[in-house]
């Protein structure tokens, strides 16, 4: 079967000429069907756009015959001339000289016109990108992934990519999941499993792409990350993806420089180039969703330290589920506040205090707090955490002892700081959590292909 253009390409181009066209042939899925004495209203999508094609089948075409089988989830492939259309709300429709169908859909497809919830898409998850919703959902993910290389290779990064399977824990959570070999009585020592020794899915690229920033000065890296961690909350994946940029010769305040840039310049890309599903999401999800995006892309970043914010935040005098005092991490109650009710902007939060942040973070002059940084966005809170890495050996190597790090499995790590050692910075972007952000979903669930979550890893 010869490649059909998609009705994306028609809606763009071919539908905004002033004439009719020669015949052409499309291909999709039957959203509703209107039977009239001798004729047909078929509304047919392929999933490339938003905007269905409406067809109008004679009793008299080839295939016809077959209309009772083209029900609402039926895939048909239809040939015919695009012509003006009386109908209201379209400038084009077409009439078709042959259709044929592709695959039945039983009247047990669960999809009919209605309205459907959430949780019950979750649960047919291999259906549900055929709804308006997560056709826009997921269309609007491929669009922001290659916006992020786009971003990226526009200013001469290098992309990277890091292993999947790991020996080190980049984070020292222990929230990793073990790759193994050995049989389940757990009779064999870890020397005889698979690579000799014990194995994990990755938690982050960065400690690995620092490696290739101390070479070729700006890498990326954007790819799927794992975490154990036994959350059922809205904004927690086991699998989710990253986007991971380390840059050499660069300290805290470019950093932050280069994240508040890339918010910025997806939330710019979400708005200027969806292709009509930005409508779906600020009817059926968040009607203020495009004012917040627009807001977020047309202010400055608000900067404050973490003490200034522990301060806001305890003389706020709102009652928060969460304690507030120094020394312990923000949470997405008090991000949220942070942006949505104090600052009314975007903010980076930098300067946190050493215990709560990893080994890799670099100590400030006041012993004290390590050059980390959050930026906080309007109805999410933290969607980039990063830091400037610790570059001095001496340091790091006092740090492997205070975090418990064996140090010769993190040889390979500092000899990044023996030879030749630089300043450098990265941070990390869940792209789940900017999806979230465009799109108004509430729940990382819903902007994730096939979401793995506690007790759910189905497909």
């Given amino acids: 079967m010869a490649l059909l253009a998609g009705m994306r390409t028609l809606l763009k181009h071919v539908l905004q000429r002033d004439q009719s066209c020669d015949t052409l042939q499309v291909a999709g899925w039957i959203r509703t069907r209107r039977d009239a004495k001798a004729f047909s209203f078929i509304e047919l999508n392929d999933g490339t756009c938003l905007g269905n094609l409406q067809i109008v089948a004679d009793a008299a075409i080839p295939g016809y015959e077959a209309i009772a089988k083209m029900s609402t989830g039926a895939s048909v492939e239809v040939r015919g001339k695009l012509i003006p259309s009386p109908a209201a709300g379209q400038r084009w429709e077409m009439q078709a000289t042959s259709i044929k169908l592709l695959g039945e859909a039983p009247d047990d497809y669960p999809l009919q016109k209605k309205g459907h919830s959430t949780e019950f898409l979750r649960s047919i998850a291999h259906l549900r990108p055929r709804t308006n919703l997560y056709g826009a959902v997921f269309r609007m993910r491929s ?26 824990d980049c984070e020292g959570a222990g ?29 982050s690229g960065q400690l690995e792409g620092e490696t290739f920033a101390c070479a070729l000065s700006n890498i990326y890296t954007f790819g799927p990350t794992f975490r154990a961690e036994n959350s059922n909350t809205s904004r927690h994946a086991a699998e989710f993806w990253m986007i991971e940029p380390e840059v050499a010769f660069c300290d805290l305040a470019g950093d932050m420089d280069l994240a508040e840039e890339l918010v910025t310049y997806l939330v710019k890309e979400a708005l200027e180039n969806n292709e009509g599903d930005l409508a779906i999401f600020e009817k059926f999800v968040d009607k203020g969703l495009r004012e917040r995006l627009e807001f977020v892309a047309s202010r400055p970043f608000e900067r404050i330290s973490y003490t200034e914010a522990v301060k806001l935040l305890v003389a706020s005098g709102k009652s928060f589920d969460y ?137």
């Avoid at 009585?185 to 990755?202: N, P, V």
């Fill in 175 to 203: 929230e990793m999941f073990r790759v193994t070999t050995l049989p389940d009585d757990k009779s064999a020592c870890d020397a005889e499993d698979f690579f000799g020794k014990r194995a994990y899915l990755t938690v």
């Fill in 143 to 168: 669009r922001l992934a290659f916006a992020v290389h786009r971003f990226f290779q526009e200013r001469d990064f290098i992309c990277v990519h890091t292993p999947i399977i790991t020996a080190s």
């Fill in 323 to 459: 304690p507030v005092a120094y020394g312990l991490n923000l949470q997405s109650e008090h991000e949220r506040w942070l942006t949505e009710e104090h600052c009314k902007k975007p903010v980076t939060v930098f300067n946190y205090p050493k215990e709560i942040k990893p080994f890799y973070m670099r100590l400030n002059d006041d012993n004290q707090t390590v050059t980390a940084m959050d930026v906080l966005v309007p109805g999410i809170g933290e969607i980039v955490g990063g830091s400037q890495r610790e570059e001095r050996l001496d340091v790091l190597l006092g740090n492997f002892a205070k975090h418990g790090l064996n140090a010769e499995t993190y040889g390979w790590y500092a000899d990044l700081r023996k030879y030749g050692s630089v300043p450098h910075a990265g941070f990390g972007m869940g792209f789940e959590r900017m999806l979230m952000f465009v799109t108004g979903m509430a729940n990382i669930r819903d902007v994730i292909p096939f979401a793995r979550t506690p007790g759910n890893c189905q497909f």
